[in-house]
């Protein structure tokens, strides 16, 4: 692997005597990383557990995950493990409940998936991406996720000035350079130049100082990245203490798990692939010290579905009391009760593009099960009639194929693998239609 000159210079300086482990570990594999969701499935048995949270795991070779009908299900989430470290920012710093959380750049969802995880449900989280689409893929792993307390954004940062001091944490997980990345994705290392780290750099402010506005006074930012570059991590957020009151958080750490804390002018933490199980990555903890004042103004806006509608879905989900059933053109959505005025702020002020879990869609009379209740961390699974399928059976499944039925209950029921549900089908008795999303379907030729 030829890293670019320029780079290695700077890192040499930054790591001494460690720069030869740091330059030998870029020629290992990179470790293949998965988290749990732990509203679907308990653990991994045997795989060794990654030290800073509750729910990842190494594994000891990359499966083919799309011919395993429990990633399609939402059961796990394939990602790099310093990335988890987040975990620890908001355990160790964001105790209370009811918050309003903002992940500002979250495609494709890694960070967004494990806030849910780490929530309680009368906490929300807004999952914003600027690009389109991948504002579409975010929406699709949040769905299969299976959490309520959700919705997905399609905006660019500058918009969350509509929304001053709404947010208790906001995460920047900023789009860099990439240096941490140069083992995982060596194409990073292709697209590396100091013009484009400078470029980076400047981005990254210009996130910073537009979202700055949208959080609360004493409310946290965090901001990451996968880079090593101090222009994009350090001197980014000296120019926030220098322009704003920030308080830098301290972090506790096990010297086992060999994290790098930055403890100087600001406070941050690094890591290097020589040191930890994971690829390079940087994060920081900043309380915001100043006030933002700002008046939302809320409208009731969003229609709900007719009283019938609502007795028939409130058999569909656990704790139906909590949620408030909302329809937007034919599809209905549950939303947490506690966070109505957020759904109504974001619906009014940026581009919406999931809000909460759609459990239906209403065509003429009928009550048509949507694949978002099939991966909700709520759905009765005993309300419905279930099949459970075979292995083969759920890729076929998946590929949105169908197979051999016969003589069994008609109309709408989950089917799922080792009992978790994959999604819907309609039974007409001796065959079926399968209502798996067209867009999502398997397909790749290649053989299992
Ligand atoms: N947080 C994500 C996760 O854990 O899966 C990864 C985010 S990735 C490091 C950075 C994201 O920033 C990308 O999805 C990218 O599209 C987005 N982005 C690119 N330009 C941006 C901009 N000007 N403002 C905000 N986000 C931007």
Partial sequence: MTIPDEFENKIKEKLGSEFNAF?????????????????????????????????????????????????????YYVQEASSMFLEQVL?????????????LSAAPGGKSTHILSLIDVESILISNEVIRARATILAENILKWGH????????????????PGLFDVILVDAPCSGEGLFRKEPDAMNEWSPDNVNLCASRQKRILADVWPALKENGILVYSTCTYNEKENEENLLWLQQNHAVEFLRMRLDPAWGVVEV????KGYRFYPHRVKGEGFFISAIRKKESTTGIHKIKKTV????KKVQETLTSWISRAETFDFFQHQEYVFIFPKAKNEILELVKQNLRLGQAGT????????????????AMSIHINKENFDTA?????EAIQYLRRETFSWTDKERGFQLVTFEGVPLGWINSLGNRFNNLYPIDWRIRTNLKV
């Fill in 303 to 306: 229609t709900t579905p007719s």
């Fill in 358 to 373: 759609t459990l239906a869609s209403l065509k003429h009379d009928k009550v048509v099960p949507e694949h978002a209740s």
């Fill in 23 to 75: 330059r030998e570990s870029l020629n290992e594999h990179s470790p293949v990383s998965v988290r749990i969701n732990p509203r679907k499935r308990n653990s991994i048995p045997s795989a060794d557990r990654v030290p800073w949270t509750e729910f990842g795991y190494y594994l000891n070779e990359r499966p083919k995950f799309t011919f395993d009908p429990l990633f399609h299900a939402g059961t």
């Fill in 91 to 103: 355990r160790q710093h964001v105790n209370s409940t009811g918050l309003n959380i903002l992940d």
């Fill in 148 to 163: 309520p307390n959700s919705l997905v954004t399609n905006n660019d940062p500058k918009d969350f000035e509509r929304l």
């Fill in 263 to 266: 403890n100087n002018a600001i």
């Fill in 388 to 392: 459970e399928l075979s292995f083969d």
